[in-house]
Each structure stands twice: as structure tokens, then as C-alpha cells.
T-cell receptor
């Protein structure tokens, strides 16, 4: 079983739609949760960063973490064609009070926003 | 400020040959990571340098892979001899802080390795 599960899609939505992207995980040690965006032939770029449970909003993007359900989400409001990319969730563990740098990624969801 | 750079962008080699990938992190970043994405799979961690020391190499698949970071600046990842299953995109990332917590990793564009 993978530590992080993410539906690879692809997901296709019309411009202006609300997009919901999700990941589930199995490792209780994950405490830091990230969403990366990756355009074709580029490296992943950090989009949102959340520590432990709760919500975080940044412009059109909202990240949610529910540690009790081991479930994280990214919402994109008023989606634009420029949002078309692969979205990757990533997580980082804490063991014995020490945070480690290693990231564990989901498979990524391919999103297309069409005009 | 220049981002993380990787060289080459694409490499095609025959099974059994040797390939060396290079990563230049953002200047001043002590932490350097290598990750790999095999087709159809998720990006997977390979190893983590803090300056010139290997902090965590738990993701290195086998002893055909050798990573170095002499002088704590750029890093190389050598695959010798290459096998078909080594094909994929190799990403390098660097970060400034302690390498954990809210420390942000900045990724390079990747090296696409094809082993025939």
C-alpha cells in the first residue's frame, strides 16, 4: 500500500469552475502537508504549505488538512486556463519531535481548465 | 537569483553504460535533495545532503547509484551500470534552512534519463 494516494485523473473543467483535489495518507507521522504545481517539462513548484490540521487560504487557493481522517484537499476557485498543470500533494514526517526533510509525494492529478 | 539548475536536460544511453547527472542548487542552500519519477509512478525521494554530508540516503535503490556533493556546492548522481528500470526523470531540489518543518524545497527542471 502506498503511503500517499492521489487520484491521477485526468480532470477537465471549464474556466471558472471550482476544482477539488484530494489525497489520503496512511502514515500518522506526517505533520507537514504541501501542494506543488508542475507545468509540463518543469520542476514542481510549491503552491501551499500547511502544518497539522486546519485550513489555509491564499488568493484563489484553499488547502485543508483533516488529520483525523488522514485526508488533505486543495480547492481552486474561479479556475483559469493558466491553472492547467499537474498538482502534487506532498508530506513530511515528524519523528520524536524532529522534522525530516524527505518529502513523500502522491502520484499527481493532471488538471486541464478549458476556456 | 538563479534557481536550481540540472544538466543534462535529457540523456539517452544504452543499458550497461554510465551516466552522470549534475545539480547546481540555489546559492547558499545547504540542503540538497535528489528525487526520481519513474513513468506512471509518484516522485520518490532518493537522498538528502546537508552541505557535503549525506543526511539520509534511505531512498537510494541500490549500489549502482552513487551521489556526491564535494565541497557542499553542486552534486552529481552517477548511475553505473544503467539498467532499463532506471529510466525516468531525476529531480534535484535545494532548501536553505534546517531541512525540515516549514523549510521550502525548490526544484530544478529535472533530467530525463532514457535507458535503451
Amino acid at each position: 500500500q502506498k503511503e500517499v494516494e492521489q487520484d491521477p485523473g485526468p480532470l477537465s473543467v471549464p474556466e471558472g469552475a471550482i476544482v477539488s483535489l484530494n489525497c489520503t495518507y496512511s502514515n500518522s507521522a506526517f505533520q507537514y502537508f504541501m501542494w506543488y504545481r508542475q507545468y509540463s517539462r518543469k520542476g514542481p513548484e510549491l503552491l501551499m504549505y500547511t502544518y497539522s490540521s486546519g485550513n489555509k487560504e491564499d488568493g484563489r487557493f484553499t488547502a485543508q488538512v483533516d488529520k483525523s481522517s488522514k485526508y488533505i484537499s486543495l480547492f481552486i476557485r474561479d479556475s483559469q486556463p493558466s491553472d492547467s498543470a499537474t498538482y502534487l500533494c506532498a508530506m513530511r514526517p515528524v519523528f520524536g519531535g524532529t522534522s525530516y526533510g524527505k518529502l513523500t509525494f502522491g502520484q499527481g492529478t493532471i488538471l486541464t481548465v478549458h476556456p | 537569483e538563479a534557481g536550481v539548475t540540472q544538466f543534462p536536460s535529457h540523456s539517452v544511453i544504452e543499458k550497461g553504460q554510465t551516466v552522470t547527472l549534475r545539480c547546481d542548487p540555489i546559492s547558499g542552500h545547504d540542503n540538497l535533495y535528489w528525487y526520481r519519477r519513474v513513468m506512471g509512478k509518484e516522485i520518490k525521494f532518493l537522498l538528502h545532503f546537508v552541505k557535503e554530508s549525506k543526511q539520509d540516503e534511505s531512498g537510494m535503490p541500490n549500489n549502482r547509484f552513487l551521489a556526491e556533493r564535494t565541497g557542499g556546492t553542486y552534486s552529481t548522481l552517477k548511475v553505473q551500470p544503467a539498467e532499463l528500470e532506471d529510466s525516468g526523470v531525476y529531480f534535484c531540489a535545494s532548501s536553505q534552512d534546517k531541512g525540515g518543518g516549514t523549510d521550502t524545497q525548490y526544484f530544478g527542471p529535472g533530467t530525463r534519463l532514457t535507458v535503451l
